[in-house]
Every structure is written in structure tokens, then in C-alpha cells.
């Protein structure tokens, strides 16, 4: 299994459990924190934090506007949101989900009418200016109850992982930071299924 694919599979066993209880939040990050891709994930995150490394060219790309749209789609891809996970089947497994996330101190919200509710270093669009002063989760408000449960549960591993930020869910466009946050949470997927890059990394 490749390194960039251990959030997700993980994800999936915990949602294929059913066990929505506080603790087995904490056992399935305790569990995912013994992984080597864990230490990895902080290191390139906080490598890509620091103000020399926006200058790195291939920094650069992956915070380029033109590339954002690649970086929604590789995201798409990995996480199938066009294929609705047969075990979660209900509007109220997804809340009983968030309800759990919001224990945890992470907000989760669903863009209204009027777009994405704002936070500091948010703009009424959604565009991230400067990571997340507090963890948060933006979700599409027109999926399905499967595709949300699914992605939530993926971004909520991400931050227990202490990749903390806005993770957004709009599959529209997101903004530089978030795009950048995304990648190397994910282990640089992007820039895999992208074609930016070859390396595939092994567990």
C-alpha cells in the first residue's frame, strides 16, 4: 500500500466498524499515529510552513491558481466521490458524525446561499488566506449523505493527525493554502495523479 492511500484505508475500516462512539475517534488516530507515513506528513508540512519554501519552484506550482482546479480533481479522484459507499446510508449517520467532530472541538459547516460562513484569514469566497486559526471542515451542501460522511471522515484523520487547517470540501476550486494543505496531507497525491511527478512511495 502506498504511504499516500493509509489515511483512507484507515478511514474506511473505522466507517466499515459502525462504531460512531468518541473513543473509537481516538483509538483510530492513535492507531494511525504509529504509522511511519504520520511522521513523514508533519515533516513535508512543516518544510512547506516555512516563508523559503514558497519560493521553491515546485511549491510554487502547487499554490498556482492554474493548477488548483488539478488539485480538486486528483482529489476527486481519490476519494471517489462519484461512488456512494453502500454501508453508510442515512442523513443521520452523517450528523451523528459531525456531532462527534464537534466534540472534538472542529467545526463543521455547509455553505448557504450566501456562500461559506467567514473566519479570520477567510475572504467571502472561501479563498484561504492564512491557515485556519482554529480546525474547521467546509462541506459540500449538495452531495449525498454517503459522499460527506466518506470526506469528512478522510479530512477529520488528516487534522488528528495534526494537520490542522480549513479543509474544503466545495468542488468548485479552493483556495491556495487549502490546495497546498491538501497535497501534503494526502502525500503528495496530487502531483501523482496530476502527472507532476512520478514517485510513488511504498509503506
Known sequence: MKNSEFVT??????MQRGDMGAASFHEL???????????????????????????????????????????VESLRCYLAVDEEPKHVDSESYFECLVQHI?????????????????????DPQGMVIAFATAPCIVVHPDATPEVRALRVLHMLCLMGLGLSGIYYDDDTGIGQEAALC??????????????????????
Open 102 to 122: 464537534r466534540a472534538l472541538g472542529i467545526r463543521v459547516v455547509k455553505p448557504d446561499q450566501e456562500g461559506i460562513p467567514q473566519r479570520p484569514g477567510e
Open 29 to 71: 488516530l492513535s492507531d494511525m499515529q504509529r504509522h511511519p507515513w504520520y511522521q513523514s506528513q508533519l515533516q513535508r508540512l512543516e518544510q512547506l510552513r516555512q516563508p523559503e519554501s514558497r519560493a521553491n519552484p515546485f511549491v510554487g506550482s502547487l499554490c498556482a491558481d492554474s493548477n488548483a482546479q488539478a488539485i
Open 182 to 203: 491538501h497535497a501534503v496531507a494526502t502525500g503528495f497525491l496530487a502531483q501523482e495523479r496530476a502527472g507532476w511527478g512520478g514517485a510513488k512511495e511504498q509503506a
Open 9 to 14: 484505508e484507515k478511514m474506511r475500516e473505522f
